[in-house]
């Protein structure tokens, strides 16, 4: 396959650079991809050979990529670098998936031929009948990581490096993956550089790459028998970024090589990396965990491989970063120098002591089967988002409180008195932090922390409750004559009060209104009800015509106060406007 091709190159113009440049054996066909509407190329093309011999060939001279110029290419123009890999037919691709590839029963993914059980829930693969003449296996299909390249390009923590020398060891992969780091900028801190020197441009090939110390670990395939390496491995960095950053700089480069051999840098998807359900002694010495979750333990997905761990660095790196922004801003006397240093050391031994152990970022890959994980074995997931040096506890959530005293305008706490970065963070300290929920039971500090909020505006000043009604009685009088008291004897005979049928008078009742009376503080007011009235549909309400009347009494009119016939009435409508609806 030939990726990036000039536009105007066409089969021919290809097929003579490769024998005149190349000196390609066993071409056969030279193949473009075009626009099927503009019929210009998509920068695609492919490449048959006659056999596999002279494929491989022309790729162990010429990988990983070729320089074609075109035929509008001047004298002095530079080449176009394309990239070269191997391609499959889609009959080959459908052959050996309808051949080998079976499909999971349980979680219904497919799966590789080559796997013996679902990478994704770890049921066997199921049995199937004699594919050949018995006592003949099936020839293993050969291994080179092509399988673990993630669909798509999809950026992860880890990236994938094959095409290795069978010599290269950890050492000398770890070696060949800190190329990808950032070029670390000259010092000029003496004075010595030269007045008018021109400042290196922040946009270049030299600002690309991953930050220094953000390859945490690499991983190299081997064989479980020979113990052989099988010439591809695995690079973990600290965060998505810097494996993006690394692939930015490994794109500038015209070719990238490890132990002299070029190779080829891609990402990896989630199947790579697999859970042990029931790890044992046997297969200790093939697993490996991630460097957040020491209890997980994972293995290569390919039976007959194991990958052995080699770390690189655990250095703390956004320290490091603000001590490198700190140094960039200007060069302090010695003095100054030595004040800033003692308070970082103070301000990461205060937040080291409050905030514990620092959690590492965790890959995505591997932070799914640590989930699974935890489910199965009954382990309380934690939130690493919860570490703060409040009290805060991580084990336990509960409901959010009742009374709030924080102020998200100023994202504080006036009960705990501390300072957070955002309103989540309130949020969560106001519900799962041990130091606000001891504050609560002291009645002093809610005191304080109430005055707090009355002052910035966040609440109205708590008062308590003022009876209006008994104030009015007081100045106007009240309109109702008290009723005589009666004896005990009397009040036996007395009959019990009407009660109230709707929910309007038993609201009036309540502020002093009895039945027949009027509405108002001398009681002068309307005494009837308001009468609900029943408008014609589709009419407006100024219309003539538009009022039919009482509501109630149309209601009885229309079902001649009988509900089964309203009842039937309402049915017959609903009949009616379906068969509409079907014609």
């Not at 990726?3 to 056969?28: A, F, R």
């Not at 031929?113 to 770890?122: A, G, L, P």
């Not at 004897?489 to 039945?515: C, I």
């Amino acid at each position: 396959m030939l990726d990036g091709l000039p536009v105007d190159m066409t089969e021919e113009d290809i097929s003579k650079e490769l024998h005149d440049g190349y000196h390609v054996e066993g071409l056969e066909e030279v193949r473009v991809i075009r626009d099927r509407q503009t019929k210009l190329s998509r920068g695609l093309g492919f490449l048959r050979f006659q056999n596999l011999s002279y494929s491989r060939a022309f790729m162990d001279q010429n990988f990983p990529q070729v320089y074609l110029y075109g035929p509008s290419a001047g004298p002095n123009d530079r080449g176009t670098k394309v990239r070269i890999a191997f391609s499959r037919e889609r009959e080959d691709r459908a052959r050996a998936r309808a051949e080998g590839d079976w499909v999971c029963k349980m979680c219904s993914v497919v799966n590789y031929s080559t796997r013996q059980r679902c990478f994704r829930c770890q049921a066997p693969r199921p049995e199937s009948g004699p594919a050949g003449p018995p006592g003949i296996a099936a020839p293993k299909v050969e291994n080179h990581g092509d399988n673990d390249a993630a669909p798509e390009n999809q950026p992860s923590q880890f990236l994938l490096f094959r095409g290795l020398e069978s010599s290269v060891t950890e050492e000398l992969l770890a070696k060949g993956v800190a190329k990808l780091y950032r070029p670390a900028s000259t010092d000029n801190s003496s004075g010595n550089q030269k007045k008018g020197a021109k400042v290196a441009s922040t946009t270049g090939d030299s600002n690309l790459g991953a930050r220094d110390g953000s390859i945490r670990r690499v991983l190299l395939v081997r064989d479980r028998r020979t113990n052989e390496s099988w010439r591809y491995g695995f690079a973990e960095f600290a965060t998505i970024q810097d494996a993006q950053a690394a692939v930015a700089r490994l794109n500038s480069f015209e070719k990238f090589t490890i132990s002299s051999r070029p190779v080829l840098v891609s990402y990896i998807h989630a199947g790579v990396f697999v859970p042990v359900i029931n790890p044992s002694a046997n297969t200790t010495k093939f697993t490996f965990s991630p460097l957040n979750n020491q209890s997980l333990k994972l293995m290569y997905w390919d039976d007959e491989a194991y990958v052995t761990e080699l770390t690189v660095s655990t250095a703390d790196l956004d320290n490091n970063q603000s001590q490198q922004k700190s140094d960039k801003a200007g060069q302090p006397d010695n003095s100054a120098r030595a004040k800033e240093a003692d308070k970082a050391k103070k301000r990461k031994a205060e937040s080291s002591s409050a905030a514990g152990p620092k959690k590492l970022a965790v890959p995505s890959h591997l932070q799914f089967w640590s989930n699974r994980h935890a489910e199965l074995h009954g382990i309380q997931k934690k939130d690493a988002d919860n570490a703060s040096g409040d009290g805060t506890d991580q084990t336990e959530a509960s409901a959010p409180p009742t009374q709030s005293y924080a102020d998200l305008n100023r994202n504080c706490c006036y009960l705990c008195m501390r300072q957070f970065k955002t309103s989540a963070d309130v949020n969560r300290h106001e519900r799962l932090s041990q130091l606000h929920r001891g504050n609560l039971q002291n009645e002093d500090l809610k005191a304080k922390a109430v005055g707090k909020l009355v002052k910035h505006g966040i609440v109205q000043q708590p008062s308590e409750y003022r009876d209006r009604a008994r104030e009015r009685r007081k100045a106007f009088g009240s309109t109702k004559t008290p009723a005589p008291k009666k004896s005990a004897p009397q009040a036996k005979e007395e009959e019990p009060p009407v009660e109230t049928t709707s929910k309007g008078a038993s609201l009036l009742s309540k502020m002093g209104w009895s039945a027949g009376s009027g509405l108002g503080a001398q009681g002068t007011g309307m005494t009837a009800p308001i009468a609900t009235e029943v408008y014609a549909q589709g009419v407006g309400l100024g219309a003539q015509g538009s009022k039919l009347g009482d509501a109630t009494e149309e209601a009885g009119r229309n079902t001649r106060n009988r509900y089964d016939e309203f009842l039937e009435k309402t049915r017959q409508t609903a009949r009616d406007r379906y068969e509409r609806m079907e014609r």
